[in-house]
């Protein structure tokens, strides 16, 4: 199959270096990155006590510096419940097993905000996403739904984002699709979001039907993703046209 | 007296092309007028940067400053091809420090921005600049 | 309570002049937008924000619908006399949001 001899991006190359130097002025400055709005969101959270146990995430933890490296990890494979987590999955997994809270809603301001909080906390460390030991059969799943066709427009990830990244569609350069600095800011979002969101966008601009938000193909398709950015280091939060 | 068809066709052209479903450079311009009355508006003092390729219009980032000793009252910017022309008035007080100002703007498209400053002597400056929006595809 | 970030130096040199930046959390809705039934989506900005240094007006601004959401403002203020830098702005509902901060002037 031509596909599946194309080679993959050789240099992995984040988004922040194809954006305008004024989307990239906007990430660099911690006083005018918008994500910093989700950030300082995210840290009130950090101490706030709540639950039938009535902890917060920093009474466990502590100062939040002890979340570095922990984004970059992520999704990971959970032990306990031998599947892989998102890093949202996760922490929401804190929320309702050791704090007795309700999850935060998937998409939400707070839920978005505590992870750029924990994301920022390993921002410039190496990506460090794990395909190996129990994490492997859900690589590979990832692998293949990146590399599966989909929508009426009948494209894989794979296609756009190796075989046609650095070209242009439409005004747009075609990035090659990094998780790396994610939850973002984005211009056209006019607000902060997901990697699931941008997913379904693309999936949407494909028209095809996008993943479930609690879907385990997206969580392996996630995994694939971050492994494929190893090279890269985590931006979060990034800030992207 | 019958009117030819063909003016007829060219006057309910006219009608549709003068609906606003943006600002033009007419609107714009009376605007400026409005705020700068008699004094005599020239080209030069206040300086507007703005990135020349824009690639999302949601979002631009824009600084208006202005030079030279005389203190400045105010400074207007406007889009000549948003729905609406104004874009923001910033008047200076007592307290103010040098004349420059950062915010970011939309730009609905490719059009131009002018920034007019209103100085202490009276005088009226004013800068303006084309600009392009490229649009993202994949949109949401 | 809309998030706001704002950057202010603490201290500063009498004479010496420093920017001031604010980010406020806000949708600046501008009122051109419609859902996907073609319902208008109510304008809903912030139409006036205003900064003083203990009461004296540093900068007012008016702001309109083609303000980015999120809105950020930077400009300059000159240290004169330690006190109170204050910010206020004006929702279009007729909100107002009031942020201080001190600065200390040698």
């Keep these: 199959m031509l596909l599946a001899i194309s080679a993959a991006a050789a240099e992995p190359r984040s988004g922040y270096q194809d954006a305008s130097p004024a989307t990239r002025a906007m990430q660099d400055d911690d006083t005018t990155n918008p994500g910093f709005l989700w950030v300082q969101q995210g840290e009130a959270i950090w101490h706030e006590h709540g639950g039938t146990t009535g902890k917060s995430c920093a009474d466990c933890h502590g100062d939040a510096a002890a979340m570095r490296g922990v984004a970059a990890r992520y999704p990971a494979y959970n032990v306990t419940l031998g599947h892989p987590l998102t890093l949202e999955q996760r922490i929401n997994l804190s929320r309702t097993a050791d704090q007795g809270a309700e999850a935060f809603a998937p998409e939400g301001d707070t839920l978005l905000a505590i992870t750029a909080f924990v994301g920022l906390q390993s921002r410039g460390m190496p990506m460090a996403v794990s395909p190996d030991g129990p994490a492997r059969p859900y690589y590979e799943n990832g692998q293949r739904l990146f590399q599966t066709r989909m929508g009426q427009l009948n494209l894989s990830c794979q296609q756009c984002h190796d075989d046609f990244a650095g070209k242009r569609l439409a005004g747009a350069l075609i990035p090659q699709g990094h998780p790396n600095g994610y939850p973002l800011y984005r211009l056209e979002w006019q607000g902060m979001g997901s990697l699931y969101r941008r997913i379904r966008n693309c999936i949407t601009g494909v028209r095809g039907e996008p993943f479930a938000v609690d879907s385990p193909d997206l969580v392996d398709l996630e995994l694939f993703l971050g492994v494929r950015a190893t090279g890269l280091v985590v931006e979060t939060p990034a800030v992207r046209p | 007296m019958t009117v030819p068809r063909r003016q007829v066709l060219v006057a309910a052209a006219g009608a549709v092309l003068l609906s606003p479903a943006s600002a033009t450079e007419t609107q714009v311009a009376a605007l400026i007028k409005e705020l700068v009355g008699d004094a005599t508006l020239r080209e030069g003092r206040v300086k507007l940067d703005i990135p020349l390729l824009v690639e999302n219009g949601n979002a631009v980032p824009i600084t208006v400053s202005v030079d030279g000793p005389n203190r400045v009252r105010s400074l207007h910017v406007f889009a000549e091809r948003n729905p609406l022309p104004n874009v923001a008035n910033f008047y200076f007080g007592p307290r103010a420090g040098p004349a420059k100002v950062s915010t970011r703007m939309r730009l609905a498209t490719s059009q131009t921005v002018v920034a007019v400053a209103k100085l202490a002597d009276g005088s009226c400056w004013m800068d303006r600049i084309e600009l392009i929006v490229t649009l993202a595809a994949c949109v949401e | ?106």
């Design chain 3, 1 to 106: 309570m809309a998030r706001v970030l704002i950057n202010i130096p603490k201290e500063a040199r009498k004479g010496e002049v420093i920017e001031i930046k604010v980010l406020i959390s806000h949708p600046m809705e501008s009122g051109q937008r419609r859902t996907d039934s073609g319902q208008v989506i109510p304008r809903k900005i912030i139409n006036k924000f205003v900064c003083t240094w203990n009461g004296d007006e540093v900068l007012s601004v008016d702001l309109f619908p083609a303000i980015a959401a999120n809105p950020f403002l930077s400009f300059f203020a000159v240290a004169d006399v330690s006190g109170t830098i204050s910010m206020t702005w004006v929702d279009d509902d007729g909100a107002t949001q009031t942020e201080l901060a001190s600065i200390t002037v040698t």
